[in-house]
């Protein structure tokens, strides 16, 4: 463990946090902060942000203040740190009037280490005033991406939280994100005043999440199957409709998963009522739109599936980052196809801001670039952020099982003929059903039956047909026109592929996963007996947590039950070597845990 310019962080992180060694940058971090300096941290979903700005509470004069988007997300923060023994509020619209001068009592009476709060409430003339008055610790501007217009969840409040500069010139300031590309970062910077900063950036591998892309076919039967062997893990499915999310959780909840839709249309009682559900282990699966995992810190999240393509990587990454925080195997599953990307199109191309239309369309050609890539995913993920993987995962579907890839020529030549032949005016299912000499009213009546490239196609599906035809548009050699309909036309670049003067290759197309081990979640390494113990581990953390009223994982994650289990701890000191294991929950919980380890070991 390397020394420290501030004294007491490494026995902070051990006694409160129950953990036995900084990661990557935390350390340096924490002492920039406590000794006065601002900070920009660019650290990966489950990369341990929160100690950044926790440590240094605990060890500067006076309270925390930590920004924070969403109510949810400053709950589960605060349940977690009171687990701990340290003492933290929130402040925000969930309070009624007697909670709100309770927290505030408390905060005048120098009684709090940190307070949550939303940014509007910040800033309002009234608090700022009360600050004043007290000593400030140091100011977190958490999910600071949503300062930046360049951002992918760009909120207006938080622009103005450059005042903060201003009002309290000498107090430390540290800006968190897990996502942000370079004009973005900038942006940040600029906006909070952060001139002077250190900024700290982290990896943004998540090597334990699984990344596997599926071309979209017959989505629902697809997730039933990616589901079959998931039963009673934690995961959650994102639509990009209200709709859709509804239908699948009810057809869901057919199949016997115990499932529930979760999006913005819905009141603000049944949306909590929703989340608290899937905290609490009640609901195995929660289907969503973006609206829902922002202020999610559930660890044991065991897998993420996109319904529908994302409409830029940002998106992507962060909502696939809420699989695995607790560094355990995780999956991420997409499932992609040509519709969901003409309908991202028409939806851009319908704004109204030309520069916003350009960024955004940029955006989503580097998310359907990484859908169609057939190299290491993770690398192409990688690169999207400036980082360079110097060599391939192996933990994605490519990795694992590279495509098959076939000599595409020929094929390609009847696509791009056929494209030629019905005047370039007509979109891909069209195109399709006339190569594969399907015989309906609208073929004939446009006399596409009689072509010469009807039929010449029946030789494979219609699947088979959409991955070639994809390829070709992401190669370049054709261009679907979204304004005019999605219809199909050959760029200058099919020429000479169409006179036989080039080779190509392209990828199979892949709707199944296959190969692979896999996952059953955190019980997947464990022998026999090691997995029976983790499952009374999870009884027992799961009783506790509703005595207390509090999510599970606010006892003790997945990760800290899984070295119970292995390790099998016998007295409080060895309570202790387990990760996430301080003196408070020592002192809470190490009793019931130890007895039952004893009992298991007396029984096996």
């Not at 039963?231 to 699948?248: A, F, H, M, T």
């Not at 391939?392 to 094929?411: E, K, L, Q, Y």
């Not at 070597?577 to 301080?582: A, D, K, Q, Y």
């Amino acid at each position: 463990m390397s020394e420290s310019r501030v004294p007491g962080i490494h026995d902070t992180l051990r006694r409160v946090f129950g953990y036995h060694r900084f990661r990557a940058h935390q350390q340096a971090i924490i002492e920039r902060v406590i000794e006065g300096g601002d900070a920009f941290v660019l650290m990966p979903t489950g990369g341990g942000k929160s100690l950044c700005y926790q440590i240094p509470a605990l060890h500067r004069q006076g309270v925390a203040v930590v920004v924070s988007p969403l109510i949810s997300l400053m709950k589960d923060q605060v349940d977690s740190l009171l687990a701990n023994g340290v003492a933290a509020a929130y402040y925000n619209s969930s309070l009624d009037g007697g909670q709100s001068r309770r927290v505030l009592a408390r905060m005048h009476d120098r009684q709090l280490d940190l307070l949550y709060i939303a940014p509007e409430r910040l800033l309002s003339a009234g608090f700022l005033e009360r600050l004043q008055s007290l000593d400030i610790a140091l100011f977190a501007i958490d999910e600071a991406h949503c300062v930046s217009q360049w951002g992918h969840d760009f909120r207006p409040e938080y622009v103005q939280l450059g005042q903060l500069r201003e009002h309290f010139p000498g107090v430390p300031l540290i800006a968190l994100t897990a996502t942000a590309d370079h004009q973005t970062r900038s942006d940040i910077l600029a906006q909070l005043r952060l001139d002077g900063a250190e900024t700290f950036i982290s990896g943004f591998d998540r090597p334990n999440i699984r990344y596997s892309v599926l071309d979209k076919h017959k989505p629902f039967d697809q997730l039933l199957r990616f589901l079959d062997s998931r039963r009673e893990q934690s995961g959650i499915i994102y639509c990009l409709s209200r709709r859709k999310v509804e239908e699948v959780a009810e057809r869901l909840r057919g199949e016997g998963i115990a499932a529930a839709a979760y999006h913005a249309g819905f009141s603000g009682e049944v949306r909590g009522t929703v989340q608290e559900r899937f905290l609490r282990d009640e609901l195995d699966v929660v289907v969503a739109t973006v609206a829902f995992g922002m202020g999610i810190d559930k660890p044991n999240v065991r897998f993420v599936v996109h319904y529908d393509l994302p409409r830029h990587i940002e998106g992507y990454y962060q909502e696939t980052g809420r699989a695995g925080r607790d560094g355990l195997p995780a999956e991420a599953l997409l499932l992609y196809g040509a519709q969901d990307v003409v309908t991202a199109r028409r939806l851009i191309e319908g704004g109204d801001n030309p520069d916003q239309q350009r960024i955004e369309l940029h955006k989503l050609n580097a998310m359907v670039a990484l859908a169609e890539s057939v190299g290491c995913r993770r690398r192409a993920l990688l690169n999207y952020f400036g980082e360079r993987l110097e060599e391939d995962c192996g933990n994605c579907d490519v990795c694992i099982n590279p495509p098959a890839r076939f000599d595409a020529r020929v094929d390609a030549q009847k696509a791009l003929s056929c494209v030629y032949r019905v005047g370039q005016r007509f979109g891909m299912k069209h195109v399709i059903d006339v190569l594969r000499g399907a015989d309906t009213e609208r073929i004939r009546q446009l006399g596409h039956d009689r072509l010469s490239t009807y039929g010449i196609g029946g030789d494979k599906s219609e699947l088979e047909w959409s991955g070639i035809f994809r390829q070709l548009i992401h190669h370049g050699y054709l261009l679907q026109d979204i304004a005019q309909y999605s219809v199909l036309k050959l760029t200058p670049e099919a020429r000479p592929l169409l006179r036989g003067e080039l080779e190509l290759e392209l990828a199979r197309p892949r709707i199944r996963q296959k190969g692979g081990r896999r996952r059953r979640g955190a019980a997947a390494e464990f022998a026999p007996r090691d997995e029976a113990l983790f499952q009374q581990l999870r009884v027992l953390r799961k009783t506790l947590a509703d005595q207390q009223g509090v999510p599970p994982y606010v006892i003790f994650g997945d990760a800290s039950l899984v070295q119970m289990a292995r390790h099998r701890p016998i007295d409080d000191q060895q309570f202790l070597e387990i990760s996430g294991v301080g003196q408070t929950k020592l002192a809470r919980y190490g009793n019931d845990f130890i007895s039952l380890i004893a009992e298991h070991a007396d029984k096996s």
